[in-house]
């Protein structure tokens, strides 16, 4: 029942980092508005935006065993995503683990729960996004998976998956439909642009968009 | 039923710039303490600090179509203050409708509600006091008004009404008060200022006040 | 019922500062887990670390009358501790209060509630954990006491106990158990000095820990 | 600054009596979808199905002297809609209060706060509508306003208003429009009662609202 | 990308029936404590136990078109299992879906957002559980997709996965693992009946279990 | 650390009783307004009202083996009162326990966590205080303490205070003021039956207690 699952596939590094160019909100709607995870994921410091490869660890609540053996199965460009099978907030990582994610290529954390030490992961340069901020130790004595699919925040993410996360928040992207969301992606940021300069030079959505005729027909009234 | 009024007044320039002056817990203390929207109402970024005239949207849950309509309807000075008719989350609003918000002399914006994009939102030195941060996408189906009084995070706010938004939060001030209530807010400044000096030289706010006497007759005792 | 106790013992001043050193999860990890307030108690700016002496006072909901009485209890090295006696978000607390805590040398604010200016808080250096940020006013009608034992954020605290907060939040130190505490709390910066060289160099959790063994007694597999 | 309107006017008995009836969800659809109060007000319990005129009562946070003011202002027919000026869950209002607005007629509250002896309410039938339940006691010491306009969990209720409420919340009904409401709600009930007899035999609501095509041109494939 | 799968998969209805008897704490044991949805769905009215086949729903937030197209998509003994792509409390289903539901056979739902009408639904007897009551209106705009993989409260629920619902909450099993959960489940069940009349006779969990040794090894004193 | 405190005090048992049949409110008011949990914890069914000694467990979070240990030190007349050391919703409480305390005397459970076989523990009449509904399953790893002073749901409660339950939640007395808060209760109780017939027979509160002259300094005006 409890496994580590050590072979796993990643995308392709230049598509993850073609997604962290884009950034969340740019992803999310490339790949119609899914994997998002909830709102309450916050990064523990502002400026922060990187793509990576998902590696999933299933724990228990207050326990964080499974991280040191996570740690294990990470490379580089991967990010370790954290989701306890009960809520809690305590703060099941903190520097140390930081450190040992690193010296392994991982660049980040995302976790459905509480994280500590943040002034030191801040100095660090090491990025999180949490539900919380809380020192509350964790224990180690009940086994959970590495490497599984799991639910953070409220959305699926599958390992191998790409994690985009930002100022915006987490999005992730089935590693399969990575190229083709990319792709959409940028299509959109081209797009973007143009429409940018269009708005920054005063010309109104209303008529880029071509929104006045239909929302006539809807029956809004000017008065 | 869905409609956008055109022409609405606002405060006088002047007494909205001495209102920013004020800040918001000033200002709220100097009406009564009222117009105070709820505290979940937080600046994507520390700092900023303004007084504008309120453009009321009324918008669906995850749908900002109004909000491409409001801005057409913003003026040199204005601040967008948008309320959707249930409760949401989801990201109505980012760096692209802020250019356009901006190109019209738009200073900021006040959802409750999401907002996204605001990393680059922060570069732009663009101030949004929003529910949430959240990529989350909208659509645009449902029509809603513009410049119509809306309940904005527990707060009644009417059209040309003065909004104060700092990072202690968010304030309505009614057009009508607006420079009665800067006439109370500077007295209060200045008469803090007083008191600021004295505190800091050590003096007590037990002295200050003249509290001593009516704690005792209350029955405090000190033991 | 509402009373002041003037006199209170307070911590080793040199012990009190070599808490603030080792910082809230190293504390909390060495007096066995306990003593931390709830984790949405949340500084007002990042990098503040302190450690105090707690001048406790326990106050009616949006009644901020007995933070005045407390004031002249505080000693050069204290902070205040704010408990109200109903769940309150009001702004208790602002840059006048803070002025008087200072020129009595005190150090911060610690309360279960809102805390308003804290644009000038901040520019001022003055720390405080809070459950909110909210201009709303308070009233001076009720009486509460000063230096007698609050349960604050879910945690209890005793006058004179010592305070530890920083980025991660606030823990507190029973003052009899300060020096104790501090011994293992240095005890296992030290450990974790060592520790964190040889996760930063590549070594695993995993065989620093010695798990392996014990992880696969319990039934881990690797596939 | 604090005042008590004592003549306010009132929907027509009939009127009031028919939205009764008709119920929250349908008089909420009636009037467009507006003037619902926030999901978390829930009634003390089940069963409960009133409409009434709104006597509004501004108070203090944790303070319930208007509350004593406010009855005598109550007639038959009336309920009482209580909004603090700041977050509150104290136990403004219990069985006591309830006896004298069901000496005045009144039939019951609505608040944004606490309720307390709630077994005794039960067993009165005297029902509440409230954010909590809570045993917190109150204050008097601090004035508010009755029959003015507050906002009521997120709703603008004005005194007069009619105010629904049963199992499924609260809506406030604008006293000028109850009657073309009520003619609009009975039409929705009149054609509910057809809609659910041809549901109940088995028809589709894809075809009793022709909904096939619209979806087939939206894109929906049956796989 | 929306899509409807018409033909799904269903575990055996004696299982399914067997999964009801057993309940969901016991059935959220015997699968190792997986598969439960977030604690803050409840249900409209107590008594309620069912097990059924989950029909998937993937809504818009307060769009409610997708359960119209998913009502079709039920047979006898089904549960309808709904999931907003972004959160929402909004009354996407009442009385009249609930008669059409349950002309298909249908025996109840489970949505991670609003329902309305429960005075109604609970005199049909037809169960809800729900993230809230909530009676505002949903609109008909925006296609999802039916009986594709969600998550709904934290779970992730795949069509035809056995739901279990009752007093306690919602467990999802995958329909592969039903029989041999179901055996575990019936295990677990026989045990507790011994266990049961072992402990009203008044022996001890600590004998029962043989915690004694175990307690004292960790370190508990009795003093 | 782990300490289970075999011998405690416990009030007399009719002042215990007499408690019980004051209620919550009246409790709380009696003593000062003190010794109220939190409104969260709410009963599992409606209609129970105990009041009882309470045996207070310290328990990690999701971990429930302190129960175990704790249900050997009730005697007839206690009340088990359970505080994670870290906020936790699982469900760490079900009808087997519930036997188990029932079969010691014990009269009820208070957790500031989540309780499960809420069905049969309506069934047996066993009535339980909780922060939740969840069947999520705890572990038996980790050592708490039993009969130490405990922080629950905000209120501090030391072995063999009498806790009092009711609809409107729940109170702790201190054991050594049970008999004086008892004499106060009654004598509220006394008071409030004779304002409770002159405020059903028609007087108001305004005149009863003497408010209006109050009110009109204060500035209060009828308009």
Redesign the interface.
């Known amino acids: 029942?409890?496994?580590?699952?050590?072979n796993i596939e990643r995308a392709d590094a230049e598509i993850v980092a073609g997604l962290a160019e884009c950034?969340?909100?740019t992803v999310?709607?490339a790949q119609?508005?899914?994997g998002?995870l909830?709102?309450y994921m916050?990064p523990i410091?502002?400026?922060a935006?990187v793509a990576a490869s998902a590696v999933t660890v299933s724990v228990?609540?207050?326990d964080n065993?499974m991280i040191?053996?996570a740690?294990?199965q990470m490379k580089a460009g991967d990010i370790m995503v954290v989701a306890p099978?009960?809520?809690?907030?305590?703060?099941y990582f903190?520097?140390?683990?930081a450190?040992?994610v690193?010296?392994?290529g991982g660049v980040g954390l995302v976790i459905d729960a509480?994280v500590?030490?943040?002034?030191d992961l801040?100095e660090m340069g090491f990025p999180v996004w949490s539900k919380?901020?809380?020192?509350?130790?964790t224990?180690?004595?009940?086994?959970g998976s590495v490497n599984v699919?799991v639910?953070c925040a409220?959305?699926?993410v599958n390992p191998g998956d790409v994690i985009v996360a930002?100022?915006?928040?987490v999005?992730a992207v089935a590693r399969a439909d990575a190229a083709e969301v990319l792709k959409k992606a940028r299509a959109r940021v081209a797009n973007?642009d143009d429409?940018?300069k269009r708005?920054?030079?005063?010309e109104?959505?209303?008529d880029i968009?071509n929104?006045r005729q239909r929302?006539a027909e809807?029956?809004?009234?000017?008065?």
């Not at 029942?1 to 050590?6: E, K, L, S, Y």
């Not at 919380?132 to 130790?137: I, K, L, M």
């Not at 809807?218 to 008065?223: E, H, P, R, S």
């Open positions: 029942m409890n496994i580590v699952v050590q950034g969340v909100a999310h709607e119609g508005r899914i998002l909830a709102s916050r410091y502002a400026g935006r228990a609540p207050c065993w040191h053996v740690v294990e099978t009960s809520p809690s907030d305590a703060g903190g520097d140390l683990l450190e040992s690193r010296a392994r509480g500590r030490d943040v002034r801040t919380a901020v809380c020192a509350q130790g224990v180690k004595e009940t086994l699919p639910v409220g959305a699926l930002d100022d915006d928040g999005c973007e429409k940018r708005l920054a030079a005063g109104l959505g209303l968009y929104m929302l809807k029956g809004l009234k000017y008065v």
